[in-house]
């Protein structure tokens, strides 16, 4: 998905969805989320360390701000916290009305108050701190980099100890409070891991922000996690309005230099943005026109030009679809329970529903359906068991009801993870897999791997950790491990065959981190260059004195990288934090004479921490 930022040719592009956001919420008004009883509240968290004047040089985090800001319907609570090396709330928790928008409107000012670290775990913990009265949603804008300064402790330690707090005793605890975090990763640099795990804890969406695209996208999918609504569905620039339908809104994305767009409606009268619909609303920008129809015929309603894949038509009206609880976060190998249902005027539809088909589709970040199961009907309810996905990534369960003056869906945006996570270890000769799948655990779990026709066992270490030793092998050489897994849950017993692992994949490096780490042993690596044995685990024994020197000097190249470019004010800094050590001084005076090496190596390590779609060829 990282294509590199392009914001700098399409900054007008950026300005066109600011404004765009405001009428977005001006047209469609409640339309785009229906009534829930228990109204959640939603905190905006906007990075404003020294790292995101450089990950962020266009100010996309006041883009997201306003969009978010603009879509939030009336009477829900809502406020926006900022945080660097502090934490700021410029705007506390209140409930969202006029007043509330054009005070949220104008902290622009403080969105680049720069700071010089990065506290994201002390802004998380005050964030999510206020009482709500239903569940509370972070969301997270960040580079996804914590950076401590060296006066709360010796560098890189403080830094992973606030990492280890925040996933392993923070999440956890908010997660049992009803506190979602939707991280969206603002740069190539973010640690995605991090804002991958977070997310994964506490059940909410991960993104990765890339071009103004990605952003309205991606916040548009946080938005409906947070405020499902209906929709209908639009196929090839067609689309299906009940009798009933109060209005409807349609988004819909094109290309910046398309053709402008004809809406044709039932009776065949053709509508422009300069000749809408009576009572109605069109909005035109760069990448995609806003259209708000009251009162629209039923029938077959028609687009004339082209129009993206993420176009969508949201409708208002007494007949509603309704989903049980869709986790964000899925897995390979486990097919996931769906349960659906119609309610008229919020009773369910009683008449008609037999004439209902119901059914659910997973489709991959190209668009592709990947897995789809027709939903059985048990009363006035439909259920069905989605087949279990076979790729990792981006993807979105797209649930439909179609029938005779019936047509509804609903979009779910989620993250497809591996049911185990696999680490390769050369200098130490094994693989170490880590459990993703919050179900599995040393006692319902056994591992094992094939390489070259040998079969090897995998030892649990821990609770949800395992090591699987390697054979002697030639490093210059690349070989596929098959990794599987023997499963018992609820008292059946199954395989589940594991994306491969490629182990020696450059012989340059050495090491395979990119496909299989998953986001648990991902956070875990501390640093590009620093093994995940050397950090510490929760369950088991603290460093010694060695291994925290060893450590330290694995960690020092990207370090040595940051204080060669602030200078002598990062150089003092380092004197200020290390200079009694002389061992360190001499691991510094290498780091720079290698230091071209190492920001080579540094490059190309970024360029495989994506999140992307990920291609399991065995499965």
């Known amino acids: 998905m990282m294509a590199g930022w392009m914001l700098g040719r ?3 592009h950026v300005c066109g969805l600011m404004v765009a956001a405001g009428l977005l919420w001006l047209a469609a008004g409640p339309g785009l989320a229906q009534e829930v009883e228990e109204q959640p509240d939603v905190r905006v968290i906007i990075d ?3 790292s995101m004047k450089e990950n962020d040089p266009d100010q996309l985090s006041g883009s997201a701000l306003e969009l978010l800001v603009s879509l939030l319907p009336d009477g829900v609570s809502a406020g926006v916290w900022t945080f660097g090396e502090r934490v700021d709330n410029p705007l506390p928790l209140g409930r969202v009305d006029a007043e509330w928008r054009r005070q949220a409107l104008a902290l622009s000012p403080a969105l680049v108050d720069y700071q010089q670290f990065t506290d994201i775990e002390a802004v998380v913990r005050e964030a999510a701190a206020a009482d709500a009265n239903g569940w509370r949603h972070l969301v997270l804008l960040t580079d996804g980099m914590i950076d401590l300064p060296p006066s709360r402790g010796a560098k890189p330690g403080v830094d992973h100890d606030s990492r280890q707090a925040l996933l ?3 999440a956890p605890r908010l997660a049992a409070q009803g506190v979602v975090v939707h991280g969206v990763a603002f740069s190539e640099e973010a640690d995605l891991a991090l804002v991958e795990r977070l997310s994964q804890i506490t059940g909410g969406l991960p993104a990765m922000v890339e071009s103004p695209d990605s952003l309205l996208g991606s916040f548009l999918d946080i938005f409906e996690r947070i405020f ?3 929709q209908v569905p639009l196929r090839e620039g067609r689309f299906m309005i009940d009798p009933g339908v109060e209005s409807f809104s349609a988004l819909l994305f094109h290309d910046p ?3 402008p767009l004809t809406l044709i409606a039932p009776d065949g009268t053709a509508y422009r943005a300069d000749d809408g619909p009576e009572g109605g609303h069109w909005q035109v920008e760069p990448r995609f026109d806003l259209i708000r129809v009251p009162d629209p015929l039923p029938g077959e309603w028609r687009l004339e030009g082209e129009v993206g894949a993420d176009s969508r038509i949201s409708v208002v009206s007494p007949l509603t679809l309704h989903t049980g609880d869709l ?9 996931l329970p769906v349960e659906a249902w119609l309610e008229q005027d919020g009773e369910p539809l009683a008449e008609g529903s037999d004439d209902v088909v119901m059914s659910v589709e997973l489709h991959d970040a190209d668009g592709e359906v990947q897995a789809a199961v027709r939903l059985e009907q048990r009363d006035d309810r439909f259920s069905g068991l989605l087949p279990a996905p076979a790729l990792t990534g981006s993807a979105r369960l797209v649930i439909r009801a179609e029938g005779e003056g019936v047509h509804r869906q609903r979009i779910q945006a989620v993250n497809v993870l591996p049911a185990i996570g696999a680490v390769h270890q050369p200098r130490a000769g094994r693989v170490v897999l880590a459990a993703e799948h919050p179900r599995l655990d040393r006692d319902n779990t056994e ?9 090897l066992e995998a030892e649990a270490v821990a609770s949800r950790r395992w090591h699987l030793p390697l054979p002697e092998m030639d490093d210059s050489v690349s070989r596929p491990l098959l990794l599987s897994a023997r499963v018992t849950l609820d008292g059946e017993t199954r395989e589940i065959r594991l994306p491969r692992l490629l182990l020696h994949p450059d012989a340059s490096t050495g090491l395979d981190l990119a496909d299989m780490a998953g986001p648990t042993l991902g956070t875990e690596r501390f640093d590009e260059d620093l093994d995940p044995d050397l950090v510490g685990r929760p369950d088991e024994a603290p460093l010694d004195a060695a291994d925290r020197f060893v450590a330290l ?4 190249p990207r370090r040595a990288m940051e204080l060669w470019q602030e200078g002598r004010p990062g150089l003092e800094r380092l004197a200020e934090s290390h200079g009694r050590d002389r061992r360190l001084w001499i691991a510094v005076a290498v780091v720079a004479a290698l230091v071209l090496l190492v920001m080579w190596r540094a490059a190309r390590r970024r360029r495989t921490r994506r999140f992307r779609r990920r291609e399991e060829p065995h499965v």
Do not use: I, K
């Open 257 to 259: 230099d398309g053709e």
């Open 327 to 335: 986790p964000a976060t899925l897995y390979l190998g486990f097919p």
């Open 10 to 12: 399409h900054g007008r």
């Open 553 to 556: 000097v694995n960690a020092l």
């Open 48 to 50: 404003v360390s020294g």
């Open 228 to 230: 499902p609504a209906d």
């Open 447 to 455: 591992l094992s791997g094939e390489l070259q026709g040998e079969t």
């Open 168 to 170: 392993e005793e923070l």
